[in-house]
């Protein structure tokens, strides 16, 4: 399965996308701000998860810098 996330800020624009993907037979959602919001924290947590474990004490010395 392949995927695409597409922003605008013309409503009109994204209304003739969601027709022309459900014309063509792509399955497509319109999400809200907050689900956008939580797409793009997911992205951000899998981007920095490494796998290694750290003391508490070494991440709130990185997060007081």
Not at 23 to 28: E, F, H, V, Y
Not at 41 to 55: E, H, N, P, Q
Request: hydrophobic fraction near 40%; glycine fraction near 8%.
């Amino acid at each position: 399965m392949e995927s695409a996330l597409v922003t605008t800020n013309s409503k009109n624009d994204l209304q003739l996308l969601l027709s022309l993907a459900k014309k063509i037979g792509i399955k497509s959602k319109l999400l809200t701000k907050g689900q956008l919001e939580d797409l793009g924290l997911k992205v951000a947590i899998d981007k920095g998860r490494t796998g290694r474990f750290i003391s508490s004490r070494k991440f709130i010395m990185s997060l007081e810098k």
